[in-house]
């Protein structure tokens, strides 16, 4: 065997097994996925017992009181939330333009717009002439506020205001969220386990995608640890994790700054979509006190992240909305750039 | 060595089915998931799950000594199709491919590992199949599907490739 077949042979096995395994998590996350595929295609709608309690309340306040009754298979009579926690909201153009959601009840009670669009938990508010519902997710936040008004004998929509970008696969484009949650995130994905070697990972950011009604489909939460020489990033959710590296110092022409966007996106979904936003990561240099990054004519402030496990090391941060526009990052000291870059973000 | 486990039998109950696959997985996810990842995988979990998804699928039809090349095959396969689809999505929107590092000048192996990541798809996954999995040319080209004089050129090819880049004359 060559010189070239022995250091191959021995990196690839010395990075074979840098990579931990939980086999059993593994298979237990697996087996989750085979029945809900199954269940997916053969029964789309889970039956919750305390629904038909909150169907007759409602019903029995307004108007349609005869169509609400009964339909009981998708509302819980479990709270929504009133007012929104998800960091974006957008609102829904209901000028017949697009039909991915369209909270009509003309010809459909609360219950089964709820159930039309998976929403785990609903509420019907009236009040004199107005009507608000609310679709919520499994755990009670809101993801969706509709305004009906009354004319002659029904509600008539007449704004709906959802969470997310629009977009039913992107994350959305808010700034970092270190310590502001939405939802519980994730604990440290196993892929995580190359720089998991007894220091500690800090939660960097989760971040949701939301569907046309503004219900979170997913939320994929982003960890950070050095391994070895680089940094270790983690970005998923159980039993589905991306990862990359990034390195530890800045000895490089573009003094260690890594775009690392991609680790939120999955491929799949980003077909034919734009990336929302650019995510960049540059290691502590001394001396910085600030790292910013400019997406067109706005400036967005990075964080510094370390742990006391980290042994002196540290990183910076920054998330920047993308539309296009040029984007550069800079590693400021007091005084001076330390670093400054032109992120090269492929236009083709 | 590892244990063969096989995924059906004539006559065996669905539960024993389902203890097979449970042990087939506990058995091999750990050196699928690491295949995936030397292949250039970034969620290599994910492509060991749909492997067995897969598997599971097909499970009637899986011939019990062919369970593990058809595992191996799965990977390779969902690896290149998803690398694909990366590249497509990268082009759609305007992602920067996240760039490793220059290799260090002291020969690491990670620089052996960073050069690996830089050779065309087909070497790569010809020098991880039969310098990991140490496979004779005859199955790394049945799990590339490719013929074994392919396989051979194709290793012949990047292990030059990797011997240039990393400054060593090949013996």
Redesign the interface.
């Known amino acids: 065997m060559?010189?070239?077949?022995d250091?191959?042979?021995?990196?690839?096995?010395?990075?074979?097994?840098a990579?931990d395994?939980d086999?059993?998590r593994?298979?237990a996350?697996?087996r989750e996925?085979?029945p809900a595929?199954r269940a997916h295609r053969r029964t789309p709608v889970v039956l919750t017992a305390g629904a038909a309690a909150l169907v007759v309340a409602v019903a029995g306040v307004g108007l349609g009181i005869d169509r609400l009754g009964g339909d009981d298979r998708v509302a819980s009579d479990r709270p929504v939330d009133t007012v929104f926690t998800c960091p974006e909201q957008q609102a829904v153009d209901l000028s017949g333009a697009q039909d991915e959601f369209v909270p009509d009840l003309r010809d459909r009670t609360p219950a089964q717009v709820a159930k039309e669009n998976r929403a785990p938990r609903w509420r019907f508010d009236e009040d004199g002439d107005t009507a608000r519902l609310y679709l919520g997710n499994a755990d009670g936040t809101l993801g969706s506020i509709s305004t009906y008004t009354r004319r002659d004998d029904t509600w008539v929509l007449s704004q709906s205001t959802v969470c997310g970008n629009g977009s039913p696969a992107t994350p959305t484009s808010d700034g970092l969220r270190l310590g502001v949650r939405d939802t519980e995130p994730h604990p440290p994905?196993?892929?995580l386990a190359t720089g998991d070697r007894g220091l500690t990972p800090i939660l960097v950011d989760d971040r949701s995608v939301y569907d046309y009604s503004g219900l979170v489909t997913r939320h994929r939460s982003l960890y950070v640890a050095p391994c070895?020489?680089?940094f270790c990033w983690s970005s998923?959710q159980p039993?589905?994790?991306?990862?990359?590296?990034s390195?530890t110092g800045s000895r490089?022409a573009r003094g260690g700054l890594?775009?690392?966007?991609?680790?939120f996106?999955?491929?799949?979904d980003?077909?034919?979509?734009?990336?929302p936003f650019v995510f960049l990561a540059i290691p502590d240099q001394p001396g910085a006190t600030a790292f910013e990054v400019t997406a067109g004519s706005e400036v967005y402030s990075g964080a510094r992240l370390t742990d006391p496990s980290w042994g002196g090391r540290a990183v910076w941060v920054a998330l920047a909305p993308?539309d296009?526009s040029s984007v550069r990052a800079e590693l400021r000291g007091v005084d001076a750039v330390i670093v400054g870059q032109d992120?090269?973000?492929?236009?083709? | 060595m590892e244990t063969v486990v096989t995924p059906r039998s004539r006559g065996r109950s669905a539960a024993a089915d389902e203890a097979v696959f449970?042990a087939l997985?506990?058995g091999h996810?750990?050196r699928l998931?690491?295949l995936a990842?030397?292949l250039g995988a970034?969620?290599?979990?994910?492509v060991?799950?749909e492997a067995?998804?897969k598997l599971?699928a097909a499970w009637s039809r899986v011939a019990g000594e062919d369970a593990i090349p058809y595992l191996n095959r799965i990977v390779v396969n969902e690896v290149r199709s998803?690398a694909r689809?990366?590249q497509?999505?990268?082009?759609?929107?305007?992602?920067?491919?996240?760039?490793?590092?220059?290799p260090g000048p002291d020969?690491s192996?990670?620089a052996?590992?960073d050069e690996?990541a830089r050779l065309p798809r087909r070497q790569r996954e010809a020098?991880?199949l039969r310098?990991?999995l140490d496979l004779p040319h005859e199955q790394v080209a049945e799990i590339m599907g490719v013929r074994p004089g392919t396989v051979k050129s194709q290793v012949s090819r990047g292990?030059a490739a990797?011997?240039t880049a990393?400054g060593?004359e090949?013996?």
């Not at chain 1, 060559?2 to 077949?5: P, Q, Y």
């Not at chain 2, 497509?88 to 220059?102: G, I």
Request: charged fraction near 30%.
């Open positions: 060559s010189r070239i077949e250091r191959l042979t021995e990196a690839l096995g010395h990075e074979a097994e990579l395994v086999a059993r593994l298979l996350a697996t996925r085979l595929r994905q196993n892929a070895g020489t680089r998923g039993g589905s994790a991306i990862t990359t590296q390195p490089d890594r775009d690392l966007s991609g680790i996106f999955l491929a799949d980003m077909v034919g979509r734009d990336q993308y296009g992120v090269d973000v492929t236009d083709d | 449970d997985f506990l996810a750990a998931t690491r990842h030397l970034r969620d290599a979990e994910d060991v799950q067995f998804v599971y998803r689809r990366q497509t999505a990268d082009r759609k929107r305007h992602l920067v491919t996240v760039a490793t590092d220059e020969g192996r990670r052996v590992v690996l020098l991880v310098y990991w292990l990797l011997a990393l060593e090949e013996s």
